[in-house]
């Protein structure tokens, strides 16, 4: 049976593949509920900007929230997955360098989030023995 086996991504690379996203999911609580959105994002590997509107339940994201980049190729079986830790902030209205949204309306206000903490893993073939459930 192959498994395949997971790798630890250095958080070198984490800040590198974070740079080249342009789509992630934003996860937050609010009142003990998790809400987890995609957003078109732009990052520096230290800040992940967007853009949403007032009112928005992304505008309502505060405090301490992870984002999530992934890219996953099911014919291999491979792929790679970052989350980022971070502090939300506004970023202002108009200089944010967040890129245009894919969801049509105004997005005219901008987030930030400050990231605190990065990690990443990576999955490849392999066989059973090579499993590593920790990574």
């Known amino acids: 049976m192959d498994n395949g086996h997971f790798s630890t991504i250095d958080p070198d690379e984490c800040r590198t593949l974070l740079r080249q996203a342009g789509v992630g999911r934003l996860a937050w609580a609010v009142e003990g509920r998790v809400h987890l959105l995609p957003v078109t994002c732009t990052s520096d590997g230290e800040t992940i900007w967007y853009r949403t509107s007032p009112g928005s339940p992304l505008a309502g994201a505060v405090g301490e929230v992870v984002f999530e980049i992934d ?20 970023s202002g209205r108009t200089s944010t360098p967040a890129p245009e949204p894919w969801a049509p309306g105004e997005r005219e206000l901008g987030r930030a989030i400050r990231i605190t903490e990065v990690s990443g893993r990576s999955v490849a073939p392999g066989t059973e023995r090579d499993v590593d459930v920790y990574a």
């Not at 890219?71 to 506004?90: I, K, N, P, Q």
């Open 71 to 90: 890219d996953l190729d099911d014919e291999t079986r491979t792929g790679w997955s970052v989350v980022a830790r971070g502090v939300m902030a506004d």
